[in-house]
Nanobody, 114 residues
């Protein structure tokens, strides 16, 4: 059974930082491209960042220079370090694993507000 369990969401002030974690189980982690997406009500889910098995990264233009995605093969975990957060980045953030299958976590809420 594949599980992607996100954590680390919460309330943060504008300009603040958060680190999201996604612990994967039931997959051969080292073969999967891992990614973070986000979604707000009424808006299509958008790619925030991705990281391949060889740690090649890709970022949405809106987060370049502020967000960092990383992965730890020993822990089967992918991280998203988010700095200088903006109110418009309030969303549910989802972890995604893609290779032989395409799997999603349940999402974690990030609220950027003063």
């Amino acid at each position: 059974q594949v599980q992607l369990v996100e954590s680390g969401g919460g309330l943060v002030q504008p300009g603040g930082s958060l680190t999201l974690s996604c612990a994967a189980s039931g997959i051969t982690f080292r073969f999967y491209t891992m990614a973070w997406y986000r979604q707000t009500p009424g808006i299509q889910r958008e790619l925030v960042a991705s990281i391949t098995p060889t740690s090649t990264t890709n970022y949405a233009d809106s987060v370049k220079g502020r967000f960092t995605i990383s992965r730890d093969g020993a822990k089967n975990t992918v991280y998203l370090q988010m700095n200088s957060l903006k109110p418009e980045e309030t969303a549910v953030y989802y972890c995604n694993a893609k290779w032989s299958g395409n799997y999603w976590g349940q999402g974690t809420q990030v609220t950027v507000s003063s």
